[in-house]
């Protein structure tokens, strides 16, 4: 068990010594080592998987190690619980983690903050961990909070800039309103359940002892907090501002971890979402939407950073989709799929921005498979991944979600199939505009392309590789696989009203034909556009119509500025001008003035005339006297 303890301490450490020490730590020394404490934890996690995969760890490790509120009949202890799901994310955020930092050595090396960079990132893995551990939603929630103050820290790292400290306010806003579903989830649960641990929630659930009335206002609340962190509608407009960041931050925390809490928490709190299937309704309707809506804006986007922005959300929204049809392993399954595509294309993004010293506008790319081929063939295959192509990871995650959303809703699987089919075609839109045709750079910029250093193509090459066998955890039975995924989160997933159920295969080839055939259509619609038609996209204020609303995000961001940030600002000035400069300084300042006018007026009694005081004397004393009489 102290091994637990461990596992979590081990950033911590790191974020330690490199914020305390890293000034006077070398750039080599400070990078290893925050990469190293990482890498302690995953052999940690690696141990707990093994333990859970062969069986020797037969029941979930649910440790409480000290009482943190204690009020009436209710005690709440700084919990940890290792079972199945944890472990998975466990492997997620230490693996995915580690290659991150190791990147992170040769990406950030000129820059001037580096062992704070480092600090930063060990604190997040630090407060991840305690997310994904908790046995409690208190703890739980402890862990959410510290992941959103590390991502205004990395989002606004380059904070002399200001669009860039900007970013990082606006995600961590944002995420302020999720917080507060959170909270009101916890109030709910603590008032009519009474405990806020997971085993206690879970048993009363299955019990019958929880009223649906209130699993559906938890469940709602909770949402409402899984929204926000994992940037679905209306709350997503922070994660592609977020992009702000140095691109290590937007693999670790916008495609690998951070914005997969909220899939972590709706799927941790399964037994909750059972009992209220219009709570699961919203969470699908939200998440096909999200999911079609911002693969839309990614067609048109010309930033590198943003598209994968884009489709992040759009994957995001998928995964919403699956828990709402409650096929809750296709989520997880998908999670960490994604995790090892994404995960590469960002980092392969940061790799080609390397190489053009700072540029992210694909319009100002092309060819760069000659100059960066590794790079370019793992960018590939996370494409196909992502686009669903088998045998890559993504087309096995994908297919059992377009599955499960089929046997719910034909409309749920129209829409969610358009957002795939989107996606193939706007992702080989940026491999091709970026790695194909003719280099639209400077000539400067093209005497210095080359291919990024080891540090950086190392971690690549790794997760490409995941990119292609991950999906052998989850293998359908039409393929003559059992789905271990399936079977190894058995244990915690509880089979209740709104578990989807199995397809006939005939139906499950049929529906996998149609992705696949949609997949490939999308990418050949972008080869013909791009690569044979030459096609480029406008220059900025060129574009008309559809396309000029689609480029502009829809114009959500603006709407949110006219309905709620301006709005806000205009309040919040009439509030200073009439409240603060009114109220509370005219306050202040007339008491001051009348004080100093009396003290003007008093000052003329010093006369220094002794005769006049002792007169003064005594007709207080006559005053004093006369008071007491009177009150006799």
């Known amino acids: 068990m102290q091994l637990v303890y461990l596992l979590i301490l081990l950033p911590l450490i790191g974020f330690l010594v490199n914020g305390l020490f890293g000034s006077k730590l070398s750039k080599t020394v400070s990078g290893w080592l925050g990469s190293l404490v990482v890498l302690g934890s995953f052999a940690i996690s690696t141990k707990y998987f093994l333990d859970f995969y062969t069986g020797s760890l037969a029941a979930p490790i649910d440790i409480k190690a000290f009482e943190i509120l204690y009020f009436q009949n209710i005690s709440i202890h700084f919990g940890i619980l290792v079972d199945q799901l944890s472990v998975l994310w466990l492997m997620i955020v230490t693996g995915i983690g580690f290659l991150i930092h190791v990147y992170s050595i040769g990406y950030m090396h000129d820059d001037e903050n580096f062992s704070r960079f480092f600090a930063y990132l060990n604190l997040f893995i630090f407060f991840m961990l305690l997310l994904v551990l908790g046995n409690n939603l208190l703890v739980t929630y402890?862990?959410?909070?510290?992941?959103?103050l590390c991502s205004y820290f990395l989002v606004g790292f380059w904070y002399k800039n200001e669009s860039y400290s900007n970013a990082g306010k606006k995600a961590f806003i944002v995420n302020r309103v999720g917080d507060l579903g959170f909270l009101l989830a916890m109030f709910v649960l603590l008032y009519y359940v009474g405990s806020l641990n997971f085993s206690d929630l879970k048993a009363e659930a299955l019990g019958g002892n929880i009223p649906s009335n209130v699993?559906?206002?938890?469940?709602?609340?909770?949402?409402?907090?899984?929204?926000?962190?994992?940037?679905?509608i209306p709350l997503y407009t922070w994660l592609p501002d977020a992009m702000a960041g140095p691109t290590p931050v937007s693999a670790l925390i916008h495609a690998a971890t951070m914005v997969t809490a909220g899939i972590y928490l709706v799927v941790r709190t399964n037994f909750l979402y059972d009992l209220a299937p219009e709570a699961m309704q919203v969470v699908a309707?939200?998440?096909a939407a999200t999911a079609l809506f911002a693969a839309t804006i990614g067609i048109f986007q010309n930033d590198i950073k943003k598209v994968l922005a884009y489709s992040t959300v759009s994957q995001l929204g998928l995964m919403f989709l699956a828990v709402g049809v409650g096929a809750y392993t296709a989520a997880v399954f998908h999670v960490i799929t994604h995790a090892f595509f994404k995960a590469c294309l960002f980092l392969g993004s940061g790799s080609v921005i390397h190489a053009l010293?700072?540029?992210?506008d694909i319009r100002n790319m092309g060819g760069l498979k000659k100059w960066m081929p590794i790079t370019f063939v793992t960018f590939l295959i996370s494409s196909l991944a992502i686009s669903g192509i088998p045998p890559f990871s993504g087309f096995f995650s994908k297919d059992e979600i377009l599955a499960a959303a089929y046997e719910h809703n034909i409309g749920l699987?129209?829409?969610?199939?358009?957002?795939?089919?989107?996606?193939?075609?706007y992702m080989f839109r940026l491999v091709f505009l970026t790695f194909n045709t003719n280099f639209r750079g400077t000539e400067e910029q093209q005497k210095h392309l080359h291919e990024s250093p080891s540090l950086i193509t190392i971690p690549l090459i790794i997760l490409a590789a995941l990119a292609v066998v991950g999906g052998a955890m989850g293998i359908p039975e039409v393929f003559g696989g059992t789905h271990w995924m399936k079977n190894f989160l058995a244990?915690?997933?509880?089979?209740?009203?709104?578990?989807?159920?199995?397809?006939?295969?005939s139906t499950e080839l049929m529906l996998i034909s149609i992705a696949s055939i949609a997949a490939v259509v999308g990418i050949a619609f972008a080869y013909f556009r791009f690569v044979k038609g030459g096609a480029l996209p406008l220059k900025d204020g060129e574009e008309k119509g559809l396309q000029k609303v689609i480029y502009?995000?829809?114009?959500v961001d603006e709407i949110y500025n006219a309905i709620i940030v301006k709005p806000l600002m205009t309040l919040s000035s009439l509030a200073y001008e009439i409240f603060d400069v009114l109220v509370v300084d005219g306050v202040v300042n007339t008491l001051?003035?009348?004080t100093y006018w009396k003290g003007k007026q008093i000052r003329l009694l010093q006369s220094g005339n002794i005769g006049f005081y002792l007169i003064m004397m005594v007709l207080g004393a006559c005053a004093i006297l006369g008071i007491t009489i009177w009150q006799l």
């Open 592 to 594: 001051a003035s009348i």
């Open 491 to 505: 244990p915690v997933v509880a089979s209740g009203s709104g578990a989807a159920h199995a397809i006939s295969h």
């Open 413 to 425: 699987w129209l829409v969610a199939s358009l957002a795939s089919l989107f996606t193939a075609f």
């Open 357 to 360: 010293h700072g540029e992210q």
């Open 552 to 555: 502009n995000k829809f114009y």
């Open 285 to 287: 309707v939200v998440g």
């Open 215 to 232: 699993a559906l206002a938890a469940a709602l609340f909770l949402f409402v907090g899984a929204a926000a962190k994992s940037a679905q």
């Open 142 to 148: 402890a862990g959410w909070e510290g992941v959103s």
